[in-house]
């Protein structure tokens, strides 16, 4: 079973401490109107940025031939084309974008956001209002670099652990077991309530991937995915993680991100990656209502449609600060009423087949119908 210790040589291998970033950010101000220029120049400065500047797309485009920017402040309207056309032709590896944007071209921000964008400023410019902007900005770009960090951690840990240990099955599953506990460490940093949580999850979907005859491959994954759902929260800020009481909108978009976020920091490390379809998909709900990409009935992968299930019994048998733990009765009615909306209902169907003893909630298997 995996767990997830407190500190040790382990978490200091990986450096779970996640270094300030070493630098500060590039950034480049697309913009064609001199005065704005200036402006923009001069708010970055007061930051302590400096920064690049460019009037069309074409120059903006020569400069980023020899420079890997991080910040991109763009103006929607330029002379020879759109700011946006450099972050659609960019990616998702691209810079950060901010669009500036006159008040009566909203709606073409708004797209922008829907489009990777992070933020849009409209223009003319308060100098509080822009320097929260940016500000916000600088912390997704710290959050983007933290979760380098601990993806090129990982791929060395793994690397290096490959090579010392002698290439059997059992103790190159150690080696895998070992970073994802690491690696699981690194939420529970951010996150204290996650440790158990992760533990019984991952338990009871092998419990019910072998009911539903899963190979020992599929459930060594289902096991991994199920224990990392969440680690995309690592670069969730804290001020919104812990929040008490509701988000606001954009708090809100900014952890439905954390998906992405976990698939983002696993992708690349070879022995997870069969298991980033629990971390990518999570959320996703049967009906098609969910995300981040909205996937309906069988498009969900099958260890996410089991996630779901184990994940809403763990959260109704555990104890939150505004109700008791329920008993697993009120788990089953919720799991009816949702089967074919939010849950796969034969998979509902094979839980409710299963003895209660099968369980493993908080408290052991006390709580019962």
Same mark, same amino acid.
């Given at each position: ?148 960090? /601990? ?27 070992? &970073? ?93 990656? /069969? ?41 109704? &048998?555990?104890?939150?600060? /505004? ?47």
């Amino acid at each position: 079973m995996l767990a997830m210790g407190r500190r040790g040589p382990l978490s200091e291998a990986i450096g779970l401490d996640v270094p300030l970033p070493a630098r500060q950010p590039k950034i480049i101000v697309l913009e064609d109107e001199k005065e704005i220029q200036s402006l923009v120049v001069a708010m970055l400065n007061i930051r302590g940025f400096s920064c690049d500047v460019a009037g069309t797309v074409a120059e903006a485009r020569a400069l980023m031939k020899s420079v890997r920017y991080d910040v991109m402040l763009a103006d929607v309207q330029l002379p020879d084309g759109s700011g946006l056309s450099i972050a659609e032709e960019e990616g998702p590896e691209g810079p950060l974008v901010i669009i500036m944007t006159g008040s009566n071209d909203i709606q073409t921000a708004i797209q922008a956001i829907r489009d990777g964008a992070i933020d849009f400023i409209t223009k003319p410019f308060a100098v509080g209002h822009f320097l929260q902007r940016i500000d916000r900005a600088m912390e997704e770009w710290k959050t983007r670099m933290s979760l380098a960090h /601990y993806g090129r951690a990982l791929e060395t840990l793994v690397q290096l652990k490959s090579e010392e240990l002698s290439r059997t099955s059992r103790q190159i599953d150690e080696v895998c077991d070992m &970073t994802v506990a690491a690696l699981g460490a690194a939420l529970n940093l951010k996150d204290h309530e996650t440790a158990d949580h992760c533990v019984r999850v991952s338990q009871n979907c092998v419990t019910l991937g072998a009911a539903l005859n899963l190979s020992s491959f599929e459930l060594k994954n289902l096991k991994w995915g199920a224990y990392l759902h969440d680690v995309g929260k690592i670069g969730i800020p804290e001020r919104i993680l812990l929040k008490e009481g509701e988000l606001a909108p954009e708090e809100r978009r900014m952890v439905e991100k954390h998906p992405i976020m976990g698939y983002t920091m696993i992708r690349n490390i070879e022995f997870l990656g /069969y298991a980033t379809d629990i971390v990518l998909a999570h959320h996703e709900r049967f009906d098609g209502t969910g995300y981040p990409h909205g996937l309906k009935r069988e498009r969900i992968p099958l260890n996410a449609r089991i996630f779901a299930v184990m994940d809403t019994l763990d959260a109704m &048998t555990s104890d939150r600060p /505004y109700r008791a733990a329920l008993p697993l009765s009120a788990v089953a009615t919720e799991l009816k009423n949702k089967a074919g909306s939010q849950f796969d209902p034969e998979i509902v169907e094979l839980f409710l087949k299963e003895p209660a003893s099968h369980w493993l909630v908080q408290g052991r298997v006390e709580i019962h119908a």
